[in-house]
């Protein structure tokens, strides 16, 4: 027997499961209507490849060409996302990651001008990760991911940070 709650929590996850995907597919088109490569990421990918996804995650995650990056930022600024995180705080090393939202989405969007982990030249890199790429169907689209290596850090990355470690307790 399901609870009330145990089914409002399924029905909340299939709302942002729906959310990220439709807003990968939508992103993806973007960067190729504006010659951008990019590469989804995250727990469709994970899944993709076999890889376990411990929760679910409320961002969609799109690993982004760093050259472009501003230029995809400014698109989407256009068409009614915003920063989702403006605290400032003191770091050695830029963010590798840039956190938006729109009004209208369930979920978030995150991202990622660099692979985390390298501390070599991010064009390079990127061009590395882009060679490996793999593609998935999404929602009757075919989309360029991350290899499954490159999942797996992107992923293991992500929990390094402590966020969700936190949020269990």
Not at 105 to 126: K, Q
Not at 137 to 161: C, E, K, Q
Request: with cysteine; charged share 25%.
């Amino acid at each position: 027997m399901t609870t009330p709650d145990a089914t409002s929590s399924k029905a909340q996850d299939a709302l942002i499961r729906e959310s990220k995907d439709l807003i990968a597919i939508t992103v993806i088109g973007l960067c190729r209507e504006l010659h951008i490569r990019a590469m989804l990421g995250g727990d469709p990918v994970l899944n993709a490849h076999g890889l376990l996804a411990p929760g679910i995650s409320r961002f969609a995650s799109i690993v982004v060409d760093p050259a472009s990056i501003a230029h995809l930022r400014a698109a989407l600024l256009a068409r009614g996302w915003h920063d989702a995180h403006t605290r400032r705080r003191f770091r050695i090393l830029p963010s590798a990651r840039l956190v938006l939202r729109h009004p209208d989405e369930h979920a978030g969007l995150i991202l990622y001008s660099v692979v985390p982990g390298f501390f070599a030249d991010p064009e390079a890199t990127f061009d590395l990760v882009w060679e490996r790429h793999k593609e998935v169907p999404l929602r009757g689209h075919t989309v360029r991911t991350l290899g499954r290596i490159n999942s797996a850090i992107l992923a293991s990355h992500d929990g390094l940070d402590g966020r969700t470690s936190r949020a269990r307790n």
